[in-house]
């Protein structure tokens, strides 16, 4: 039954397409050629089949493939995309998400600048790698013939067509593989453009960070400040405390002491015990409270980042030549002696001058700071030592009458300033005490922990107890070096320098002590070893020509420098040369940090040997001014401590820079 | 030389070395990496037959385009192709013919475009071809159905 149903429904079932339904063939049809029609007016202008063969390939293989092309073409044009895309897009998370990552905005798509590269990426992938593409094996293989045609000798013209065909060949790939080298030459020159921009970028960005750490730094030293203020007033409310309790101890028994002060001459108020615990009336505060410390808690580490070689401020310190200078950290304080016959203590945080050291009665020739000590060493024959602690100063300093924006540490102020005078006895409380022995002027000395040794024209070197206060050994140069004369006969005595001593040359030229051991560099060339618990010379280098000036040790070298030009730097225990250098002009003052040697040899400039690269360079005044076409005046002293030097001119202007 | 490659050189994925040196390459290079060496591993990627590696690939394109201004037009190529490939149609669509507004000459593109359009049509087609042999399937169902019914009344 079923069958013969279906037999009878088929002719049924097309007219009622025909007539009933509402998708009718027919409807469709009508419907795809609307579309046609106004699709093919869309697409015209961009389907012009005669300017692309590719395209009319393309549509007749359409054609072909299709029975109603421009219908199917026509219809699915319309949808830009093809339900499966359409699917994927909306419904897997994974395909969205990859979507999401790769897609481009808008305004970027409107911003398209033309194209100015001289090739392009893919050229780029072609020749950094032509064995990856089809075109590149071919003309590889080409290639690695065309070679081994060269090895073989270069093919001889017979006239054959062969021979022409196989130059041809070699020709072609010849110019392909010059195009080849074109394009890496291109390549390669625009990629050292991107790195070079690259490099402008993290420069800036170095910059901005440099300018945060500068920020930073500065904050922290007025948190630090700030911190001290609290910390001595804490120290103050304790001690009163304490006092108020002590007097409440006391007090039941005053009456067995009021029987003996009834008698007494000096009826008091109180005992004497505790009067004498009472500040005194004048001064009270600045007596009693524990000497602030105005050495900085934190490690300015700002200057490590600077370029080698820039400036970080300049002052004009003194009026006259600047003898001696020395500093205790980087940012911290520096003292510097001048011709001028003043001792003035500086703020190098701020630039600004907290006080005059008084009490020489003539210049100061050497000086050493090491913690919150100073020691000088004068013309007139003394040493002062002095406690740096005890100075009164506000690092914040409104009291100069000075508000420029100290905010800014790494502010440049103008050398040309006059300097500016610090409050009159900010310094009272400094002095600590005097040594008095030598007979001449005081030309070198340093100190380490208690011991002092202190070195003068009067030809002795004198070891000080800094505790004690007073000298407890006489070292006579002169006689140390006959006996060692006498003694081997070889070295070791006194000599007379080869290149003629003038007499402005100072008899100890420098020193440094460490524990039993003593280095000292004497104007006939010499460097002596001494050991302090013999009083003996130990050994002796000699090497220089001319009357050392400056000197330092470190556990494993001895560095001098001497008017005779050079810098000698000799092995400590071998006690031969390890290393020496010369410059054009007499070394006045040397100084080493564990990476540079840094010197100042009669110019305008600090000379820096950087051990670590092995380079000599310069630093300073007349590398920077040399193109504002002025002279700055020859550097005297210089001082460096990680990375931060300071040096001292003639014209008595003092820059600190990094190193 | 060719400036940009045609779309039939996608379609030849590299052997899985190639594509590590290339990778190698890219990695080495690390945050700082090169326009060149980016663009040589996302193309590297855009050739492979793996769904994953060509995603990847288009998403490296698009930091080109966004990164690089300077090789935009070039970019817009090559997402187009890569999007292509991916069957992103609409995407393709949507750089290729930006690609064409500003050099209508190229062939490349121009041929890109005719190959998206096939694919649209051809699968257009095939969708259109099961959805109407769905809706003819149920209109004879229907239309039996009906008819029984009104044979059975």
Partial sequence: ?659 | MTQLPYAIDAETPLNPDELGVLRAQYEKEGDMVGVQTKFNYAWGLVKSNLRNEQHLGVMLLAEIFRTSPERRRESLYYLALGNYKLGNYGEARRYNDLLLDKEPANLQAANLRTLIDDKVAKEGLMGVAIVSGVAVVAGIVGGVLLRNLGRKR
């Fill in chain 1, 1 to 659: 039954m079923d069958d013969t149903e279906h037999d009878n429904d088929f002719p049924d079932l097309s007219s009622f397409d025909d007539e009933s339904s509402v998708i009718s063939t027919r409807g469709l049809e009508a419907f795809g050629r609307k579309v046609t029609t106004t699709a093919s007016q869309l697409m015209a202008p961009r389907s012009d089949p005669s300017s692309n063969p590719t395209y009319q390939n393309a549509m007749t293989e359409v054609h072909r493939q299709l029975r109603r092309p421009g219908l199917q073409r026509a219809m699915f044009s319309m949808a830009n995309t093809t339900p499966t895309d359409l699917v994927r897009s909306r419904l897997s998370t994974k395909e969205i998400q990859s979507r999401a990552l790769s897609y481009v905005p808008e305004e970027l798509l409107k911003n398209i600048p033309e194209g100015d590269s001289s090739y392009s990426l893919f050229q780029g992938f072609q020749a950094s790698f032509p064995e990856l593409t089809d075109n590149g094996k071919k003309h590889r293989r080409r290639v690695s013939r065309g070679r081994k045609m060269l090895d073989e000798g270069p093919i001889i013209p017979d006239g054959t067509p062969e021979s022409v065909r196989k130059l041809k060949q070699e020709k072609a790939s010849m110019m392909h593989q010059f195009e080849m080298l074109g394009i890496r030459k291109n390549m390669a020159s625009s990629e050292i453009r991107e790195i070079d921009a690259k490099i402008e970028n993290l420069a800036g960005m170095r910059r901005i960070i440099l300018d945060r750490l500068a920020n930073l730094e500065q904050d922290e030293a007025l948190l630090e400040h700030d911190i001290v203020d609290v910390e001595s007033r804490l120290e103050e409310a304790q001690e009163m405390v304490e006092e108020a309790e002590s007097v409440a101890v006391r007090t039941p028994a005053k009456s067995e002491d009021d029987a003996a002060s009834e008698k007494g001459d000096a009826p008091g108020f109180m005992s004497q015990s505790v009067y004498e615990k009472l500040p005194s009336s004048k001064g009270s505060s600045s007596d009693k409270k524990k000497p602030r410390s105005i050495r900085r808690k934190s490690m300015p580490i700002l200057h490590e980042h600077f370029e080698p070689g820039s400036m970080i401020r300049s002052m004009r310190a003194h009026k006259d030549n600047v003898t001696a200078l020395d500093f205790d950290a980087p940012f911290g304080l520096l003292v510097s002696a001048a011709m001028d016959d003043s001792v003035r203590v500086w703020d190098l945080n701020a630039g600004r001058c907290i006080g005059m050291l008084e009490g020489h009665t003539a210049s100061v020739r050497t000086l050493q700071v090491e913690d919150n000590f100073l020691a000088t060493g004068s013309m007139d024959a003394t040493i002062r030592l002095w406690d740096l602690s005890k100075a009164h100063y506000d690092p914040q300093g409104h009291q100069f009458g000075k508000e420029e924006d100290d905010e800014d540490a790494i502010a440049f102020e103008n050398p040309d300033d006059q300097p500016v005078d610090p409050p009159p006895g900010s310094m009272s409380a400094c002095p600590l005490f005097t040594l008095e022995a030598h007979l001449d002027e005081i030309t070198a000395l340093h100190f380490r922990s208690n011991v002092l040794v202190s070195g003068s024209a009067d030809k002795t070197l004198r070891q000080w107890d800094l505790e004690k206060g007073r000298c407890v050994q006489t070292l006579d140069v002169m006689w140390a070096a006959a006996q060692a004369s006498a003694l081997s006969s070889s070295d070791g005595g006194w000599r007379q320098t080869t290149r003629a001593a003038d007499g402005s040359a100072d008899f100890v030229g420098a020193l440094q002590v460490f524990e039993s051991a003593l280095a000292c560099g004497t104007a006939d060339g010499m460097v002596r070893l001494w050991d302090l618990r013999s009083g003996q010379v130990s050994r002796s280098l000699v090497g220089h020509t001319g009357p050392v000036t400056c000197l330092q040790f470190d556990d494993v070298h001895l560095v001098t420098g001497s008017l005779d030009r050079s810098i000698r730097i000799w092995d400590l225990r071998t006690g031969s040369i390890y290393d020496a250098y010369a410059y054009d002009n007499p070394v006045t003052s040397m100084m080493f940090d564990t990476r540079r040697i840094v010197s100042a040899a009669g110019e305008d400039v600090v000379k820096v040997y950087d051990k670590v690269e092995g380079r000599h360079w310069d630093c300073g005044a007349g590398i920077t001014e040399a193109e504002q076409d002025k002279t700055p005046a020859v550097v005297e002293r210089v001082r460096i401590r990680d990375g931060y030097m300071v040096e001292g001119r003639r014209d008595g202007v003092v820059g600190v820079w990094t190193c």
